[in-house]
């Protein structure tokens, strides 16, 4: 079977920006364990806080560890614990591998009677960049899986669902 999803390249791109949120969240918890929340008066100023409410500084190095927190808990549990998503298909069947825990599996020719379609991936969001332009399989439940071009087996997986007859959309 051939697979289809994120390449080598853009996993380590990924686990590059988790590694930025990881060091960004130990940064601050470092600010805020050696008593370093202070900022520069002129730095204050710029960004809106007036001289003599240094809480305020205080506040923000609070914040911004709790979000940078947030995403390096969240992109950690979701690289390392559930894993990418990806697709495997060959000429007579696929499946859609969405978590280390879930993946369903179909016959191309099943796949309209179990409710999946396929469509244009600019109805649910901007098509700004060439590489994320693609289509979606939009399952029954609600559930969606982007197909974008910026992927590693594109062109293949394109021209065999062209060729089963469910894209009819220009992508």
Sequence with gaps: MKRFGPGPLTLAIAYLVWVFFALCTAGGIWMIA????????????????????????????????????????????????????????DEEMVVFV??????????????????????????????????????FFQFSDGKRFPVRRMYRGYSGLREVVVRKGLLKIRT
Excluded: K, N
């Excluded at 809106?48 to 506040?59: K, S």
């Design 34 to 89: 050696t008593g370093r929340m202070t900022a520069d008066p002129s730095v204050m100023a710029v960004v809106g806080i007036a001289p003599g409410r240094e809480w305020a500084a205080q506040m923000y190095c609070w914040l911004g560890v709790a979000v940078f927190a947030a995403f390096t808990v969240y992109f950690a549990f979701r690289a390392f614990c559930m894993g990418t998503g990806y697709l495997l298909y």
């Design 98 to 135: 969405f978590s280390r825990r879930e993946r369903r599996s179909f016959c191309w020719r099943d796949l309209a009677s179990y409710g999946v379609t396929v469509r244009d991936l600019r109805e649910i969001e901007p098509q700004l960049l060439h590489p994320l332009w693609g289509f």
